[in-house]
């Protein structure tokens, strides 16, 4: 049986990352995990990842979870130093 840390040493995204997949989606960490490999494989998913965090932090935002701003800000960050936003020619 995969431990959760197994299941995250596959991915190509830091925990963070998929926790905050998880907590868009409302899903597992696991099918966060899974669900991310598919969301990296084309520019369209890597921008649908960007836009899941920043509604994250927007819902955070609205709803006073100030820390868990802070936390989802860090996450981003680390996103976009990761995996960038495709560029459009």
Not at 9 to 32: F, K, N, Q, S, V
Not at 41 to 52: I, N, Q
Request: glycine share 4%; with cysteine.
């Amino acid at each position: 049986m995969l431990s959760m840390q197994d299941v995250l040493d596959y991915c190509d995204l830091e925990r963070g990352e998929i926790e905050a997949i998880a907590e868009h989606e409302h899903i597992p960490m696991t099918i966060a995990a899974e669900m991310s490999e598919m969301l990296l494989a084309t520019p369209d998913g890597v921008c649908h990842l960007h836009r899941m965090i920043l509604e994250n932090m927007q819902h955070a935002l609205d709803t006073g979870h100030n820390e868990h701003v802070q936390t989802l800000m860090q996450t981003y960050e680390h996103l976009q130093r990761t995996h960038p936003l495709p560029t459009r020619h």
